[in-house]
């Protein structure tokens, strides 16, 4: 895959706030991207929306049972622990609500704290009216299993974000994800 040009947002005193990767908005790439991390990565995954009041943060009971496709939406079921949809592409709805749906941005993210180092690397995906519809953080070297903050970073926590990065967006880590000292440096 060639390299996905990088864009530096910024906060208004100019201090960097995230480094963000813009993804393919096509059906097949978004299908895959996340069927291959539910499937085979669902273990390190963190999920849910951030919406205006509210940040639902949940982990995968287990690998899902089944994940499908089919008019424009991603299913990922796990059987008694529910399930969700995420519209991916076309659907039977009329076209204001299908460009409402269908994604608008796809972006692999590294968050920054308030010196610009590196202290979530996520996935946030945003409807057509740019509105939350599924973030995905990925294991974080500042915290544990168990969702505490750790004694020390844990850099091989960020093997996933590593292999996102470079399977999705075609970059090598560049050194930058363990400039940071973790959460209220």
Same mark, same amino acid.
């Given at each position: 895959m %060639?390299?996905?040009k990088k864009i530096e947002e910024r906060h208004a005193d100019g201090r960097r706030k995230a480094d963000v990767w813009p993804l393919p908005l096509d059906e097949t790439f978004l299908e895959t991207?996340?069927?291959?991390?539910?499937?085979? *990565?669902?273990q390190g995954l963190t999920f849910g929306p951030m919406i205006a009041g509210g %940040?639902?943060?949940l982990r995968c009971p287990e690998q899902p049972q089944r994940i499908s496709y089919g008019g424009g939406y991603l299913t990922v079921h796990w059987g008694r622990?529910? *399930?969700? *949809?995420?519209?991916l592409g076309e659907s039977r709805a009329d076209p204001e609500t299908a460009a409402h749906r269908r994604p608008s941005k796809a972006e692999l993210v590294r968050g920054m704290d308030k010196h610009g180092n590196p202290v979530t690397w996520s996935l946030r995906v945003e409807n057509g009216k740019g509105e939350s519809t599924l973030s995905i953080y990925f294991p974080n070297p500042f915290l544990t299993d168990e969702d505490g903050l750790a004694e020390r970073p844990d850099w091989s926590r960020l093997a996933l974000w590593h292999y996102a990065l470079e399977t999705y967006a075609g970059h090598q880590p560049d050194g930058r994800d363990t400039a940071g000292q973790g959460f209220g440096h």
């Open positions: %060639a390299p996905i991207l996340f069927r291959d991390l539910f499937h085979n *990565h669902w %940040a639902y943060e622990f529910g *399930h969700f *949809h995420l519209c």
